[in-house]
């Protein structure tokens, strides 16, 4: 049996036992969640479609992990000097796993995770927190902004590292106009002979914290062997 639901303004085509990555949830890992939008549910060639639900049908799942989604990066510059903008998000995410398709109002044989739990377990943290000696306080306080400094460093710091000597110009690469040039020499890739050398582990990096596809950096790879020979 399937079912499609619809959970963050997204549609999903799911079945038991699935591993679903869909947009953050406010639950624990090991939690049971309540998906009750389900659009249509079918076993086979019978299929059953709602209006724009189906009463009384319902999928619950448990929750596997929270995390994030890779980083995408938007990027703007404007024909002005030093007009440039560069923002990376990274969605978060909930991955659970399909634990049951129930019809006609059945009841769940895991329960959903009460909120008033949800809630307590707060409020025993904040008492804690409270209850807590001025020098962790202290500690708690730096730490993040100690990891926002790390997370600042590495993203303000290049890719690769520059080789020694003049750059190419890298426009002469078909699909690189100067506003890729600009950003591949920000991130420290400046000649013909280190585009050729871009391992697929280099290539990735470059996909996941710049705006261009493997295809693209792969195809610039394939025409700096040649510009690299001459």
């Not at 809630?119 to 708690?140: D, S």
Request: aromatic fraction near 4%; charge should be positive; charged fraction near 30%.
């Amino acid at each position: 049996m399937f079912a499609v639901i619809k959970t963050g303004g997204k549609q999903y085509r799911v079945a038991a036992n699935d591993l679903l990555k869909i947009e953050k949830l406010e639950a624990n890992v090991g939690d049971i969640v309540e998906i009750g939008n389900v659009l249509a549910h079918g076993e086979g060639e019978n299929v059953t479609f709602g209006a724009p639900f189906v009463d009384g049908a319902m999928v619950t799942a448990e929750v596997v992990e929270q995390g994030k989604n890779r980083t995408v990066i938007a990027f703007k510059k404007r024909r002005r000097q030093n007009s440039r903008r560069k923002i990376g998000h990274r969605q978060l995410l909930t991955t659970v796993r399909i634990a049951e398709i129930l019809l006609g109002g059945a009841k769940p044989a895991k329960k959903a995770a009460a909120k008033t739990e949800a809630k307590a377990e707060v409020a025993a943290k904040t008492e804690a927190k409270a209850e807590a000696a001025p020098k962790a306080e202290a500690k708690a306080e730096a730490a993040p902004k100690k990891e926002a400094k790390a997370e600042a460093a590495e993203a303000a710091a290049p890719l690769f590292k520059a080789p020694k000597g003049e750059p190419d110009d890298l426009t002469v690469i078909k699909g690189i106009g100067p506003v890729a040039a600009g950003q591949l020499n920000e991130q420290g890739i400046t000649t013909f002979a280190q585009i050729a050398k871009l391992s697929d582990k280099d290539v990735a990096k470059i996909d996941e914290h710049m705006p261009f596809s493997a295809d693209q950096i792969k195809d610039w790879r394939e025409q700096a062997k040649e510009l690299a020979k001459k």
